[in-house]
């Protein structure tokens, strides 16, 4: 079945610093991809969307690029502020899934000053 | 224009109980999802309705049921409540089926309605 693999947190870093999370991705056919960022005692918030190959979703100063060959949809920032400390979820919507998202276990960023 | 509500936002129930969440999409989308977020499992689909209709389920008990009404608000309900379903539950709504293709899938989720379960 599809599924979403997200690189383990916490991550820590210095504000300024270059921020990667890595994600990746089982789907059959052409799945649309997502981030989602949440906020302490928040819902899920869209952060960018990609939904075909070499697609390149950017929102705020966060890209990332759709990678068939790869299977992947790493989430880059190139100055990260501590205002960016949350948890970040990469999700999949499958071909033909109607209405659901599949979510990898969240990655938690700490921006320290 | 106004994002999705949840009501209510927190709820305290004892073991045996049942509770009605309530969720408004945003105004013209049609498909309303559920998702369960608790910190073992993560997120998990509920299910998903669109025009009144279930389209599509997730692996919950059948103590887990939802319904959609006319004008695209959902509720769901959860009945003989167990500690274990002491959980975060957000709700998402999404055009599905109307505008761009690449917008249709796009969920926009609710402020979630936190329930522990004593």
């Known amino acids: 079945g599809n599924s979403v693999t997200q690189m383990e947190g916490p991550v820590t870093l210095s504000e300024e610093a270059f921020l990667t999370i890595n994600c990746t991705y089982t789907a059959t056919g052409y799945p649309s991809l997502f981030w989602y960022v949440q906020y302490p005692g928040e819902g899920l918030q869209l952060l960018l969307k990609?939904?075909?190959?070499?697609d390149k979703g950017s929102n705020k100063g966060f890209e990332a690029t759709y990678r068939k060959e790869t299977t992947s949809f790493h989430l880059e920032k190139g100055s990260v502020q501590v205002s960016d400390s949350a948890v970040y979820f990469c999700?999949?919507?499958?071909?033909?899934?109607?209405?659901?998202?599949?979510f990898g276990q969240g990655t938690t960023l700490q921006v320290k000053p | 224009k106004a994002g999705v509500t949840q009501t209510p936002r927190y709820l305290i129930k004892t073991r045996g109980q049942q509770v009605t969440l309530s969720c408004s999409p945003i105004?013209?989308?049609?498909?309303v999802s559920w998702y369960q977020q608790t910190p073992g499992q993560g997120l998990q689909f509920l299910f998903e309705y669109f025009s009144e209709t279930q389209r599509n389920k997730g692996n919950f008990p059948g103590r887990f049921s939802g319904r959609q009404f006319s004008n695209s608000r959902s509720e769901m309900n959860v009945s003989t409540l167990e500690l274990g379903d002491s959980a975060l539950y957000l709700c998402?709504?999404?055009?599905?089926?109307?505008?761009?293709?690449?917008?249709?899938?796009?969920?926009?989720f609710g402020p979630g309605t936190r329930l522990l379960v004593l």
């Open positions: 105004s013209g989308h049609r498909s």
């Open positions: 990609a939904t075909k190959a070499d």
């Open positions: 999700a999949l919507h499958g071909s033909g899934n109607t209405g659901k998202l599949i």
């Open positions: 998402a709504s999404s055009l599905a089926g109307q505008g761009q293709l690449g917008d249709q899938e796009t969920q926009y």
